[in-house]
C-alpha cells in the first residue's frame, strides 16, 4: 500500500482500478493515505474515479464475453451470482450498474451487466456517476478528519 501511495495519482488510479476488478483491493486506504500526503482532493476523485470505472468497465468487458468459465475461475464470481441480478437488472434496467461502487456485489454487477448485454453507453454512464458519488463522499468523510 505504502509504494501505491508513494506514486500519487497514479498509484491510487491503479488501487482504484485493481479494486474494480479481480483483486480483493481496497483503494480506499491509499485514496486515504494520499490525501494525508497532501495531494488535491479533487484531483484524488478523479485519479480514483476513472481508475475504478475503467476496472469496472473490464468488469463490464468481461461479462459481454460470455464466457462463464472465465468469470467463474478469473472473477471467482459464481454463474447463480450472475443469475440472480438477471432479476434486478430486467426491473431496474441497464441504471443498476449506478450500484457498482458496492463493495462486495458491485464486481458482480458490472459483469452482470455485461453478461445479459445491457446497454453499454447507460452502463458506462451511470457506472461513473456511481463510482464519482462515491468517492466524493469518501473525501468529504475524511476532510473531517484532515
Do not use: H
Request: one cysteine or more; hydrophobic letters at 55%; proline letters at 2%.
Amino acid at each position: 500500500m505504502d509504494s501505491l501511495i508513494t506514486l500519487g495519482y497514479f498509484g491510487l488510479f491503479l488501487a482504484a482500478f485493481l479494486a474494480a476488478t479481480i483483486l480483493p483491493f481496497s483503494s480506499e486506504v491509499v485514496f486515504t493515505g494520499v490525501l494525508f500526503a497532501g495531494l488535491d482532493p479533487w484531483g484524488c476523485v478523479i485519479a480514483a474515479t476513472l481508475g475504478n470505472w475503467l476496472g469496472g468497465l473490464t468488469c463490464y468487458w468481461l461479462g459481454l464475453l460470455g464466457k462463464i468459465e472465465w468469470i467463474e475461475k478469473y472473477m471467482r464470481i459464481k454463474k447463480e451470482k450472475i443469475d440472480r441480478f438477471q432479476e434486478k437488472i430486467r426491473k431496474y434496467g441497464d441504471w443498476f450498474a449506478f450500484f457498482s461502487f458496492l463493495p462486495g456485489i458491485g464486481d458482480i454487477i458490472a459483469v452482470a451487466s455485461g453478461f445479459f448485454r445491457c446497454n453499454f453507453y447507460i452502463v458506462a454512464g451511470s457506472m461513473l456517476a456511481g463510482k464519482f458519488i462515491r468517492y466524493v463522499v469518501w473525501m468529504y468523510f475524511n476532510g473531517l478528519f484532515l
